[in-house]
């Protein structure tokens, strides 16, 4: 049984054009799906719209997203948005917007967990505590006491995976947690990412646009084009040899570091041609 | 790094302890002006009319700071004005801050057709002529106390919509409020809770503006004479008075005029040094 099966999913600008068309993935309870696509492809949207924080101007159209077998799209806003609250989490992308700089590192993380479901101060505080220590934030009693501005990059993500993790969701959408990041703290980052989703069995959905990092962390793997999803496989038929030209395009772009005199191999032009004319009226 | 935050504090601390200190020594005069002014404020003794300050020629001790052309002492009156001056300050500037925060704040986090009523509302309003509409204001319903008050809230609460909607969106649109959306958080506990504390710093600066600016509207509107009844002292009352002997005695003008220029310098110098203690990037 799946944890997540987005089905069908239509997502569009209102009064515009299409941003997702007929996405259908599934994530099972404990694994970690790759979501890769080129920029505007919509990786993103996807993310938001299981959560629930789609921008204004966006409207689902059709579909479903069901969460542990019921249909977020059919709950009221409110069940809706305390059932995401409960079992879900994000790891957002850029992490100097993503933590409220009036606030205190500690009130960040434990505020949720008091506030929202229930623990008490003296738990979530010891929980926080824990937390750091397993994002291998050395001194954390004194990283709770400091506000974000004093913080760097690396250990502000470390921060908001820590706090993803806090309440056990069965689901995390990670997306692009390592891109706002500079290459060396990259690989601890997914390290932590990938640690932590084992330890803890959680299900995750990895949105990037970084070949590379999707062969680390993850088990399956959906491309996305145009707002469609072009492929849906595993992390080793994908590597062995992609179904979809597109792919097969996408990954003979990824740049090889072991041989340095290669040139770039940009998704030819007949490629992009075939998949749009694919998406548009397959 | 460490050295230029230093500096930004070091100068933010003076300049926030001397308006403090300033205003805090207007508000003492206020409360306690009866046991402080040295005369009656409203007593004319048309003899020892013009009297110049203490250290001039032919100055009377008992007048430290001269008296105006029908012998009242100018340095009660100034003492009696702070009460009008402070009261307009406080009751209208919290008011203002209030009404203007508040609408603002909806408009900018909550969007749709609530931004666009009180968008409009705003620019509307804004369309009229403010120094117009006061004394338009203030002729409908009378002078007085409660009529100046009325007239700055009315006419000054789209400067605090305007900056606070401003804010509020820049602050909608960051991940933290995503986040705690995705936590679960309800609108208004995100409100609250995650949009407010970095508005704030804006608000405190814009509110001692207001209070700053709430002076000197009731200064003009004491020029003007639309002020409170003529015989009770207001800064802005004297100073129109003294423009007129200004040549004979210039102490009638100066001395208020001063106090009313560090009150308003003041109040908008604390709310800059609040606003670089307050945020917390600076601090």
Redesign the interface.
Known sequence: MNYLSVRHLTVRLKGGGLLLRDVSLEVAAGEVRGLVGESGAGKSMIG?AI???LP?AVEITGGQIVLDGTDLLTLPP?QR??R???T???I???PL???????RIGR?IT??LV??LGWSRMGAEARALELLADVQITAPEHVLRQ?P?ELSGGMRQRI?IA?AFAAEPKLIIADEPTTALDVTVQKQILKLIAGLQAKHGTALLFVTHDLGVVSKVCQSLSVLYAGKVVEDTTIRRFFAGPAHPYSAALLAATPKYTDPTAGLNPVPEAVLAAVRAEVEHG | MADGRMEVRRRAGLRLWLSAAWLAVVVVVALLAPHLAPKNPLEQDLFSGRLPPFWQHGADPAFVLGTDSLGRDVLSRIIFGSRIALSVALISGTLTCLIGASLGLLAGFFRGWVDLVISRLIDIWMAFPPVLFSILLIAVIGPGLGSIILAIVVIDWTRFARVVRAEAMAQGAMDYIASARVAGRGRMGILWREVLPNVLPIIVVLLTLEMGIAVIVEAILSFVNLSISTDFPTWGGMISEGRASVHQAWWVLVFPLVTLFLTVLSFSQLGEGLKDRFDPVLR
């Not at chain 1, 917007?97 to 606030?103: E, G, I, K, R």
């Open positions: 938001k959560l629930g924080i204004r409110a948005r305390i995401i609250g409960a879900c989490a994000l957002p992308q850029d917007t993503a933590l409220n700089p009036s606030h960040q505020d949720r506030d929202i506000y501005h908001l706090s």
